[in-house]
């Protein structure tokens, strides 16, 4: 965002062009079997050459549909992999969408039977 080139405009414009031609369609959920979370969270330790930041990413699935998912730098630098991994799950990422999404589905009136299931690496 603070160096816009012509590439992010034309990236932008693609990815507004799939929306705007996929307005129609939506998450497809089987109605006979039961609704549950399932997140996988995973970081890459010290990955950022400059900064020695870890990368932080997760996607959660609702049954077998992809809902959101995040990468992101962390804003700490992590003095060992655990300690990422760690970070990883908390602090706004992985546990706190989960527990947003769990929420969403209560707030929806939609029944959510189990356990989140939350996958890590470590």
């Not at 129609?24 to 970081?43: E, H, P, V």
């Not at 990883?88 to 939609?110: G, M, P, R, S």
Request: with cysteine.
């Amino acid at each position: 965002m603070s160096n816009p080139r012509i590439m992010h405009l034309q990236a932008a414009e693609k990815v507004l062009r799939y929306l705007k031609a996929t307005q129609g369609q939506g998450l497809f959920l089987k109605a006979d079997s039961d609704l549950y979370l399932k997140a996988y969270s995973d970081r890459d330790w010290a990955s950022c050459i400059d900064t020695r930041r870890s990368v932080t990413g997760f996607s959660i699935f609702l049954r077998d549909s992809l809902i959101p998912w995040k990468s992101k730098k962390q804003p700490i630098v992590s003095r060992s992999s655990a300690e990422a991994e760690y970070r990883a799950l908390i602090k706004k990422t992985t546990t706190c969408e989960v527990q947003w999404l769990i929420y969403l589905l209560a707030d929806f009136h939609v029944p959510h039977s189990q356990a989140a299931l939350l996958y890590i690496d470590s």
